[in-house]
């Protein structure tokens, strides 16, 4: 850990392929990054850790590297290009997380980055294709609201701002409000957990195309 600001410059993190590799199949690298970064929910803990990085000179370089390669880890144990895998090794290593994450009073934060890090899967709404049912599995087996919520927060995300003519309303939230009820429709007996995900993500959507429709008309009046 006392070199791991040497995978970042600056402001800017060089993706370290192996590193992350190393972190998809060793879950105590993983969350040994993770807990070097985020405090223990532990009153008592909290503050002894809070201790330890005032008396480490080289703390904010710590936290600045292990935040961003947090933030950028995309490699989903057992994932390899568009497929899934081995299904009991992605089980085996979002538990044995956890279980860290328990032993180590990091449960909510674990849980979030776990969320986040299910949610980068490469889905494609092109062809209306979801995520593999391992990862549905995972959300359903886990019922972790905070798992849920991170994974409903980074599909948002991930889509990003969109650019748009100022008179063309709500086309584009409407095609991804299309997209999610059709994920909603695939899981809504399956995986009835994340089926809700989708059907909050298509109300979404919708909200925000009746809002850009009310937008344009409003410029077209001008």
């Not at 057992?78 to 180590?104: P, Q």
């Not at 991170?150 to 948002?156: G, K, N, P």
Request: net charge negative; charged share 30%; aromatic share 10%.
């Amino acid at each position: 850990m006392k070199f791991i600001y040497i995978f970042t410059e600056g402001s800017y993190i060089s993706e370290p392929k192996n590193l992350f590799k190393l972190m998809s199949q060793k879950l105590d690298e993983y969350f040994g990054i993770l807990s070097q970064i985020y405090l223990p929910d532990d009153g008592e803990l909290r503050d002894a850790e809070v201790q330890k990085v005032k008396d480490n000179p080289n703390y904010q370089q710590i936290l600045k590297a292990g935040w961003e390669i947090i933030n950028s880890f995309n490699l989903i144990s057992t994932l390899k290009k568009d497929e899934v895998y081995h299904s009991d090794i992605l089980k085996k290593w979002i538990n044995g997380v956890r279980e860290l994450a328990k032993d180590n009073h990091r449960v909510k934060i674990t849980d979030d980055c776990i969320g986040k890090l299910l949610a980068k899967y490469p889905i494609n709404m092109k062809e209306a294709k979801g995520f593999p049912t391992e990862i549905y599995d995972m959300i359903e087996e886990t019922d972790s609201v905070q798992i849920k919520n991170a994974f409903e927060v980074q599909i948002s995300n991930n889509l990003g701002f969109t650019s748009r003519g100022a008179f063309s309303g709500g086309n584009i939230e409407r095609a991804r409000a299309k997209y999610f009820e059709t994920l909603f429709e695939e899981t809504k007996i399956t995986h009835p957990n994340v089926a809700l995900i989708f059907k909050r993500l298509t109300n979404e959507f919708l909200s925000q195309a009746k809002r850009e429709d009310e937008d344009a008309l409003l410029r077209s009046l001008e």
